[in-house]
């Protein structure tokens, strides 16, 4: 038997010829039974009859004989499927309102909890180490900020993945008039995922500038509310609703900004080499600080052995062959102040 005359359902779902077949044919007869269907179709029709049959489209006809069928109208027999279904989602709205009840039956105990707290002024900063929760309450945030959101993000260019996370959220918060305000590290500006971000958000609004040393990760909510990376912590973020703390937020993001150059959404050759030194003089105050290539790469949001190369290229410039001795001739003079290379531009 061919495989279109076997019965067998397909492999998303349609019925088979054959079904499509007994079932014109049940329709076109008030009642029939299996010998009749094969002998008029000339397949066997067992399999095509349960076939319709578990979908409602045939049922038994009524009298003794259990052989002989009839046609069910789709409509009739799409209710009766989906009859199940249904149900199963009446219970489900059901529970999901009874869940809500529970949960929002809590709402003045919390309410009430942390009015108290505020009043004794427990619970102004708040520790949150699950990344989720973190993503959450920075969604929550945003979608309650009336006036302002400053954000300072060190560590170069975003990765793409939290870049899609956020651009539909900054565009609502931008779209409702809210200000947005964010400084990056100036080597984010080579980074195509952020420029692009930068261009969009731009676009409606937000101001975007870049610096290159000195920033702490961290979120300003109307000046209410701020968030605080968390060292060592990847993931975790301080919750800060003390006034005082978050005044100093918000004072030392304005220094940075002050500070800080705005964003291009395209780079010029001038103003690359511009930044590369502006990083290079950089790298010569931390390196005479005397601290290690990774830790001048993660202050910089650079890769370390981008980091690396600048620093050969500086020891080159200043004729040291070793770390210690570009420290030595890195290092402020007791009189003179401090020694400045300029170091040849990479090639």
């Known amino acids: 038997m061919p495989p279109e005359e076997s019965g067998a359902a397909g492999a998303d779902g349609e019925l088979s010829p054959a079904a499509r077949r007994l079932y014109a044919y049940a329709v076109e007869r008030h009642v029939f039974d299996r010998c009749e269907a094969t002998a008029a179709l000339g397949v066997r029709a067992a399999a095509a009859i349960t076939e319709l049959a578990s979908v409602h489209l045939l049922q038994r006809a009524p009298g003794d004989d259990p052989d002989r069928w009839s046609a069910v109208a789709p409509r009739a027999a799409a209710a009766r499927a989906l009859a199940p279904l249904a149900l199963l989602v009446r219970e ?76 539909g959220r900054d565009e609502s918060l931008l779209t409702r008039g809210v200000r947005m305000r964010t400084i990056y590290q100036h080597t984010a500006r080579y980074s195509r995922p952020t420029a692009a971000y930068v261009e969009r958000v731009t676009a409606l609004g937000a101001q975007v500038r870049t ?12 000046e209410h509310t701020g968030l605080m990376a968390v060292p060592d912590r990847s993931g975790a973020a301080l919750v800060v609703r003390e006034p005082s703390v978050v005044h100093f937020m918000t004072t030392t993001f304005e220094r940075s900004w002050v500070g800080a150059e705005p964003f291009p959404t395209s780079v010029s050759p001038e103003a690359a080499r511009s930044i ?63 020694v400045t290379p300029t170091p040849t531009p990479p090639t």
């Open 211 to 222: 610096l290159g040393d000195g920033l702490m990760r961290m979120l300003i909510f109307d």
């Open 276 to 338: 590369s030194d502006e990083l290079r003089q950089t790298i010569v105050r931390l390196l005479s600080e005397g601290l290690e290539d990774k830790v001048i790469a993660r202050r910089l949001g650079m890769s370390e052995r981008t980091c690396q190369r600048h620093i050969a290229e500086i020891m080159r410039a200043v004729g040291a062959k070793s770390r210690f001795q570009a420290g030595y001739l890195l290092s402020p003079a007791p009189a003179a102040g401090p």
């Open 92 to 167: 489900t709205h059901d529970e999901m309102d009874r869940l809500r009840g529970r949960l929002e039956a809590l709402v003045p105990a919390y309410e009430a909890g942390t009015a108290h707290r505020d009043l004794s002024g427990s619970g102004r900063l708040e520790l949150v180490t699950d990344l989720g929760a973190v993503r959450g309450l920075i969604a929550e945030l945003v979608a309650t900020c009336e006036r302002e959101l400053l954000t300072s993000q060190p560590g170069g260019g975003r990765p793409l993945e939290t870049l899609e996370e956020s651009i």
